[in-house]
């Protein structure tokens, strides 16, 4: 922190202070001046004209530079707010925390965003040979997962993290985005391109699209879920985000609330938009309790999203509006300072080389907020 040592350090004396404040007015006895009661009105007016005074005389002295530079002390700065605390005494006290499930797990839906290009077809399987080949019984498909609930016939699962990969089913005349009366998802067989053999894979009853209602569809046909199969959260990705599966389960268990303790959550990786004056979470990765799910999908009207989209669809950005459109306050999750995944990975040698070779880096650790992002002039003025 800089402050001008002009301002940090007065220009008087102890000596010359007090010659200053215990005048002897010509005539008077050697004794301490003292001020009438009469007089203590006039007296802090003076004062305060004389403060004025000098404000204004340093104000005009750094401004027009008289007498050269202001000259500065530096004082040592608080540590890095980036910086991690990790040491023992902060993993030991972790340890000892016991899961917010603890009476009934956390269960999330991980949708992975595709398409039925061949190209996308490749990256599903990629995707299913990597992070998704993780043994642990809390990994598992969405399918999978709501066969054992019709089968156990109950919600109290070992899965946490159900997964499934989410494509535009619908033919060219659907819209982007499901608003009418036909179901919301389709059948493989109903599908151009669709490969039957593939489980794993939620087709959705809408054009293909990226920004302009694939989501909101997406949330929707999850939301319906939600009191039948005891999802808790949904999440949205996209298919060249790779995972650390363990720090992902430690996410889950240590910081996701279970129904109905998980009112209006909502989180990611935060972004904004300084125009819209607007935060929310990245598309790269973010998740909503179920409960806000069905709200942007189901209790808002298709018109009334229509008139809270950005002129140019964007489609983390918009979903964003619409969560924080509603009327009670929202719970911001900000993945920022805890990334357990890695975005983007386009190509399968960029892929494979983090897979076998960086994923101890994960998790990792980005600027709580884009403050240069949101206002570019705070870094021309030198703020910073």
């Not at 279970?258 to 990245?282: D, E, L, Q």
Request: hydrophobic share 35%; aromatic share 12%; glycine share 4%.
């Amino acid at each position: 922190m800089l402050i001008p040592r002009s301002l940090s350090k007065p220009d008087l004396s102890e000596e010359t202070f007090r010659d200053k404040v215990m005048k002897r007015l010509p005539g008077e006895r050697n004794e301490p001046f003292t001020i009438r009661s009469r007089d203590i009105p006039r007296v802090f007016f003076t004062l305060a004209l004389v403060s004025m005074a000098v404000i204004a005389a340093l104000t005009s002295q750094m401004s027009a530079g008289i007498g050269g530079s202001l000259e500065y002390v530096m004082f040592e700065s608080h540590p890095s707010l980036m910086r991690m605390l990790s040491d023992d005494t902060v993993l030991q006290s972790l340890e000892t925390e016991k899961p917010i499930g603890a009476m009934k797990s956390t269960t999330i839906i991980h949708g992975i965003f595709s398409t039925t290009s061949e190209e996308e077809k490749i990256r599903r399987q990629r995707i299913r040979d990597t992070y998704l080949s993780n043994p642990d019984d809390r990994l598992c498909s969405l399918t999978d997962y709501m066969n054992d609930v019709k089968e156990k016939k109950t919600i109290n699962l070992r899965c946490q993290v159900a997964y499934t990969f989410v494509i535009g089913g619908g033919a060219e005349e659907r819209p982007t985005e499901h608003y009418d009366d036909t179901p919301v998802t389709l059948s493989a067989v109903d599908v151009e391109g669709a490969d039957e053999t593939e489980e794993d894979v939620m087709y959705l009853n809408i054009k293909e699209n990226m920004e302009n209602g694939k989501s909101l569809t997406y949330f929707k046909a999850t939301a319906a879920l939600r009191e039948t199969y005891g999802i808790d959260y949904i999440s949205k990705t996209d298919s060249d985000s790779i995972f650390s599966m363990e720090h992902y389960f430690t996410f889950t268990e240590g910081e996701l609330a279970p129904a109905p303790y998980n009112r209006r959550m909502y989180g990611g990786p935060s972004w904004g938009n300084f125009v819209k004056s607007s935060v929310y979470a990245a598309g790269q990765y973010y998740f909503m309790s179920s409960d806000l799910a069905h709200y942007v999908s189901n209790i808002m009207t298709h018109e009334q999203r229509l008139e809270l989209t950005d002129q140019r669809p964007t489609e983390d950005m918009d979903m964003g509006t619409f969560v924080f459109s509603h009327p009670r306050p929202i719970k911001f999750v900000n993945l920022s300072p805890y990334t357990f995944w890695l975005h983007p990975l386009k190509t399968e040698e960029e892929w494979m080389n983090f897979w076998e070779n960086d994923m101890n880096r994960l998790p990792q650790r980005a600027p709580v907020l884009p403050y240069f992002h949101l206002c570019p002039a705070w870094k021309t003025k030198q703020f910073f």
